[in-house]
């Protein structure tokens, strides 16, 4: 049901990018499944670089953070066999790469959170926490992680 959700609204899972350092994608433990952060990354590729909003947009922010949420259900996907297998999305940790001065941080994590509950329904409302920070690995403009409970 959740890959017709996908296919509707014109998502196409990738296959999950390979960490970029010295950790594991994804941990189960016991009904949760923690994903590690996912930086917007398509064809091995950082799609949208740099400091919110002196060298990206806040809306090209927002794809970033989409394309994150991407990222984090391949790996769910991987992990799980199926995303059908998700019951709740329990929390999500979003991180804008942004100046000082800025402070929409949520507003570019909504489009994440808006993106989850669009393709979960009500097991895809959530906890979560959107910060600013100096930077994030490769330059990405957004990082985001994301525990869930599984069935």
């Excluded at 196409?12 to 994804?26: D, E, H, M, N, R």
């Excluded at 009904?31 to 740099?50: A, E, T, W, Y």
């Amino acid at each position: 049901m959740i890959e017709e959700k996908l296919e509707s609204l014109g998502i196409t899972l990738p296959t999950p990018p390979k960490p970029a350092g010295s950790y594991i994608p994804v941990v189960r433990t016991g009904n949760l499944v923690f994903v590690s952060g996912q930086i917007p990354v398509k064809d091995g590729q950082v799609q949208f670089k740099g400091q919110v909003p002196t060298s990206i947009s806040v809306e090209d922010a927002q794809k970033a953070a989409k394309l994150c949420i991407t990222n984090v259900l391949a790996q769910l996907k991987l992990e799980l066999g199926t995303l059908d297998k998700v019951s709740k999305i329990v929390r999500v940790s979003g991180f804008v790469n942004s100046s000082p001065e800025f402070y929409e941080h949520p507003k570019i994590i909504n489009a994440a959170s808006d993106l989850l509950f669009e393709i979960f329904g009500e097991k895809g409302k959530h906890t979560r926490i959107a910060l600013g920070v100096a930077s994030l690995p490769l330059n990405s403009a957004v990082e985001i992680d994301l525990i869930a409970e599984t069935i």
